[in-house]
T-cell receptor, first 117, second 113 residues
């Protein structure tokens, strides 16, 4: 069985602060994918990033960066110089890379990020 | 725009009534998924289709739930004899151009009174 844990239920920061959202996962699969999605107040889940299990290179996209550490089963997400528009619920998710149930996403409970002006 | 349209966006119904939701991907996608999201929780997998074939159903999907994808394009999710516990956001997703990335529709929010 797969499991994703986002221990931070809510985070509140002031604009321009850096913030890190934690994600820890459990899986018995040797190959898998990890994801981050953003859910703004409108409700639509927006894809941010996909990382496969055999690529531990960290990734940076503008103000966003992701730190994948297989040894600790973590896939953390950092927003640098946060902005009010970053306020949303962020979900970490996991799925298998192949075999049965391929594609089925297992989500964490989400972290509510509020960025104050 | 993710290219996935869901209708209706909101549905209010009385307990015991039947409801049907529709998911329309703009372009062809082999795989289509349904998830349910209750307040304060992450989405939970319900079922998925590979073209017309329904390949997996979650234990969350009781006998009152049925899903179809008759022509391998749009999909419907029906809930019979709704219960208050069915109140949730129902999300549809499709695989994008890059395999194994799912793009979600805006969801249908169901309220059972």
């Amino acid at each position: 069985a797969q499991k994703v844990t986002q221990a931070q239920t809510e985070i509140s920061v002031v604009e321009k602060e850096d913030v890190t959202l934690d994600c820890v996962y459990e899986t018995r699969d040797t190959t898998y994918y990890l994801f981050w999605y953003k859910q703004p107040p409108s409700g639509e889940l927006v894809f941010l990033i996909r990382r496969n299990s055999f690529d531990e290179q960290n990734e940076i996209s503008g103000r966003y960066s992701w730190n994948f550490q297989k040894s600790t089963s973590s896939f953390n997400f950092t927003i640098t110089a946060s902005q009010v528009v970053d306020s949303a619920v962020y979900f970490c998710a996991l799925n298998r890379a192949g075999g049965t149930s391929y594609g089925k996403l297992t989500f964490g409970q989400g972290t509510i990020l509020t960025v104050h002006p | 725009d993710t290219g996935v349209s869901q209708d209706p966006r909101h549905k209010i119904t009385k307990r015991g009534q039947n409801v049907t939701f529709r998911c329309d991907p703009i372009s062809e996608h082999n795989r289509l998924y349904w998830y349910r999201q209750t307040l304060g929780q992450g989405p939970e997998f319900l079922t998925y289709f590979q073209n017309e074939a329904q390949l997996e159903k979650s234990r969350l999907l009781s006998d009152r739930f049925s899903a179809e994808r008759p022509k391998g394009s749009f999909s419907t999710l029906e809930i019979q004899r709704t219960e208050q516990g069915d109140s949730a956001m129902y999300l549809c997703a499709v695989d994008g151009d890059r395999k194994n990335i799912q793009y979600f529709g805006a969801g249908t929010r169901l309220s059972v009174l």
